[in-house]
């Protein structure tokens, strides 16, 4: 009876096998995404079909102004977040890059970001030094950028003719103009003092402001310059100090700019301190102290609160939620910045040249930090300045310099 059964067995052995290969065919029409594809500078991610497009971040996260390298970024991470949060067949990924806000230290990171394909689209650089340091690159390698908060008013040419450069802020000289309206007409100053950190954005702001000033007829009493690096600026504030100015003018970043109004204050310095939109940060107020207070800045950004109408309130509601802390300086111009990408990544803009391309012709845009229209050499067309006053050891908006000077 066992030698009759065995080739009944293989007999059932056999059909099982057939069975088992026929399922396994049935399903080569059923699409399956397991271990992912790589393909057109995307990747799909954790099993799904979604292909994932990369965005960087340049700028500042560590050393004495990383606040506002930081803000930016987390406004970019916003702007992805919810793009995912939405669904579809693409998905979005933010790569940081820390240049420390240093010129010198921006072109070692470039290499990381310009070599790296899935990267189609940059958010930043933050400062002017560093975007002008790495912007031939950007131009090399057919690689977009917006900027939130680079405002030298030479960038535009340090590339001619390029298509990667773009900023979401008026330049230097938009915004000297509006503090030069609001001292003559609302602090009534006749005269000036300037100091700046020899950075190119702060001494083009100081020496910028300066002109349009002299043009409105306020007298120059003096510039000096500081060594950001230091932390004693004793021999600026004695030259201050003797000029007597109504208005102390400072170029450069809130760090420096909060030692400096302290030395100023503890000297005895009665002009107003005022400075730019590099000082816009809590850390102005946290290094200056008692110094800060009652110290003006500009800047061609209006930062947001829960408590704003429309969309700037439901941003700021948004980036408390995912970030866990309320928005600063340009962190609206962050999410703007990356919103413009990611919306021309979803149009089909995958590649570098066709981003860039579609940011170049990108027409009027609705953002939340203002309308946004480009010129043809990067410079966003229009933008309101507003002024700031510290007041009981807080950034308070006094309203826009147009709005003051009237």
Do not use: W
């Not at 699409?31 to 995307?42: F, I, K, R």
């Not at 919810?82 to 230290?105: H, I, R, Y």
């Amino acid at each position: 009876m066992l030698r009759a059964r065995r080739p009944l067995l293989r007999l059932l052995g056999l059909l099982t096998l057939l069975i088992v290969v026929f399922a396994a065919c049935g399903d080569d029409n059923k699409s399956t995404s397991a271990g992912g594809t790589t393909g057109d500078n995307g990747t799909t991610t954790g099993g799904s079909s979604a292909k994932t497009y990369a965005l960087a971040f340049v700028g500042p996260l560590t050393g004495p102004n990383a606040n506002l390298g930081i803000f930016i970024r987390d406004g970019a991470r916003v702007a992805i977040e919810e793009a995912n949060a939405e669904g579809g067949d693409v998905k979005f990924q933010l790569k940081p890059f820390d240049t420390q806000g240093d010129p010198a230290q921006a072109p070692t990171v470039k290499d990381k970001y310009i070599n790296d394909d899935s990267i189609v689209g940059v958010v930043g650089p933050t400062f002017s030094g560093e975007t002008k340091a790495v912007l031939p690159a950007f131009d090399e390698a057919g690689l977009v950028m917006i900027s939130a908060s680079a405002t030298n008013t030479q960038l535009p040419d340090v590339v001619p003719d390029t298509k990667s450069f773009h900023r979401l802020v008026p330049d230097d000289d938009v915004q000297g103009a509006g503090v030069a309206e609001y001292v003559v007409k609302k602090l009534a100053a006749k005269t000036a003092f300037y100091i700046h950190d020899n950075s190119d954005y702060g001494k083009g702001l100081a020496e910028g402001t300066q002109g349009l000033l002299e043009k409105a007829g306020v007298s120059t009493k003096g510039i000096d310059a500081i060594d950001p690096n230091a932390t004693d600026y004793s021999a600026a504030v004695n030259k201050a100090n003797a000029a007597g100015a109504d208005v102390i003018f400072y170029g450069g970043y809130y760090s420096q700019a909060g030692r400096l109004a302290k030395q100023l204050k503890d000297a005895g310095v009665k002009g107003t301190f005022m400075s730019g939109d590099g000082t816009l940060d809590q850390g102005f107020v946290e290094a200056g102290g008692a110094g800060a207070e009652g110290g003006q800045i500009t800047c061609a950004c209006k930062l947001a609160t829960e408590d704003a109408p429309g969309d700037l309130g439901a941003f700021a509601k948004s980036y408390k939620k995912i970030i866990g802390k309320n928005p600063g300086t340009y962190s609206t111009e962050g999410y703007d910045a990356a919103k413009i990408l990611i919306e021309g990544i979803k149009k089909g803009n995958t590649t570098r040249e066709k981003l860039r391309d579609y940011v170049e012709g990108l027409g009027d845009y609705t953002g939340v930090s203002k309308d946004i229209t480009f010129e043809d050499n990067g410079n966003i067309k229009k933008g309101d300045v507003f002024v700031y006053e510290v007041k009981g050891g807080k950034l308070t908006v006094l309203g826009t310099t147009d709005e003051l000077a009237k």
